[in-house]
């Protein structure tokens, strides 16, 4: 990966157990413009609501995070360990405290040992040289099975610049923001409302295009830092190296949220829900989240049943506008029902078919309009049950 400015590390604190890396860091050489998204979740962590008061100043130049801990649900206590991480990291790079942003993931309401994270972090800044991003991937993950990380390079002004980006998540996955957490960096100089426009847009049918059980966390981040050592003339709004900069972002962007719902804890299948017809593409997703979020659908993809009914009746609860009459299913190419009722003949054996794929298309036409809506999500296992009954052990 040759993205410039830009130093990693990653060191083992044992937060929650030893073995394993936990406590990463992200350090761009120059202040970056800064972008980032958070849980919608009135519940938000102590990280989240200390790097919700630095990201105001739309720069960073640090991001310090941990697996095994939350750091959420635990009250002042819990802010004072994220204000002195961000702090002693901040003096550890010789930045100002401001320019940290701070993220943890794992279990809720557990203090975070601040004992061990205190005495990790100077190894952790004098990491910085001889870290990977790869190493920061592998340190977020919980109970992911493998790292996510994704990378594209475009050019500007005849500058070759490059967008990568990681993430973590597998369960406790419909962020409506982000993801659990993902932060993606790039070399290129962009005009910070492009950033915020392109990022946020592409945000929104990724990230924000994807569900796994129906869970938002306490603690989703989603982190941009462009920090312009490329050496590229700035992306201005409205040009074509604009439009080219946010076409590579979304594909970075919706890599890295399909990578997260094809690692949903216990899934087997990766389904990707489209709605066509709808009165608006509000409407359109509204019954996209409702048939990729319902339970007896997604029981039905794990078990291979081509179930049609039960994809009709979580259209109809969605709260969009529909009519009944008009609505239309296909399993990939196959018609499943037409005009509201079942498309008869071997329509259920060709079904099943499909839905013994590891990875498979549902279609719904609704009829009333152009509205349209894309999202991913899974199938719910029995392997899903046995690992949120056991997280915390």
Known sequence: M?????????????????????????FSETP??????????????????????????CRAQALVVNSGNANACTGEQGMRAARETSRQVAEGLGIPDEAVQVSSTGVIGVQLPMDRVRAAIPALVDGLASGTLDDVALAIMTTDTFPKMETRSGQAGGVTYT??????????IMPNMATMLSFIITDAAVEAPVLDRCFRRAVETSFNAITVDGD???????????????????????????AAFEALLREVLLSLAQQIVRDGEGATKFVEIRVTGARSDADAKRVAMAIANSSLVKTAFFGQDANWGRIFAAVGSSGAEVNQSFLSLSFDAVCMAKNGIFAGGDAETRGTEVLRKKEFTVSVGLGLGDGSATVYTSDLSHEYVSINADYRS
């Open 163 to 172: 967008v990568s980006g990681i993430a973590k998540g597998a369960g406790m």
């Open 216 to 242: 938002m966390s306490t603690n989703d981040t989603c982190l941009m830092l462009a920090n312009g050592m490329a050496g590229n003339p700035a992306i201005a709004a409205e040009t074509p190296e604009m």
């Open 2 to 26: 040759d993205i410039k400015g830009f130093q990693f590390s990653a060191v083992q604190a044992a937060i929650k157990k030893q073995g394993r890396n936990d406590l990463a860091l992200i």
């Open 32 to 57: 970056a413009t800064a972008v980032a998204v958070f849980t919608t979740n009135a519940v938000k962590a102590a990280p989240v609501l200390l790097s919700m008061e630095h990201i105001k100043s």
